[in-house]
């Protein structure tokens, strides 16, 4: 389960992520990223569609969102809200496609931590 400070809840973090946050688009997630002052853990809410109609579909998504953040937490810059925007259309992607298209919005959106190299890491 993702912790409570990695977890976006109130209605006002939500809007103001909306309102200032940058935006980005890809084939299942609209992605609004907000710089906050502080460099605390980066928090991630997820909105999926109303298009959605069944519940259990909606609740699948962001759990199976939720467990991709989890693995990609320790790749993602420190200090930022993320809000998700699930699409219509993740219903019918698999968790592979998923996983694909939320590393793709953390690369776009100029999220990710590069990874030291050993070169950097050997004795200079």
Known sequence: MLSDNNR????????RAYQYGELFFSHYFVLHSLKRDDQKSTRLGIVP????KKAVL?????????EIFKQYIKN????????LNV????????????KKDFEYLIKKSQLEIEPA???QLVGS
Not at 92 to 97: L, P, V
């Open 8 to 15: 976006i809840r109130k209605n006002a973090e939500f809007k």
């Open 49 to 52: 569609s109303r298009k959605i």
């Open 58 to 66: 909606r609740n699948k998504l962001k759990r199976q969102i939720r």
């Open 76 to 83: 993602i810059k420190k200090g930022y809200d993320l809000v």
């Open 87 to 98: 699409r219509n259309e993740a219903v019918n992607a698999g968790f592979e496609d998923l």
């Open 117 to 119: 190299s050993d070169d």
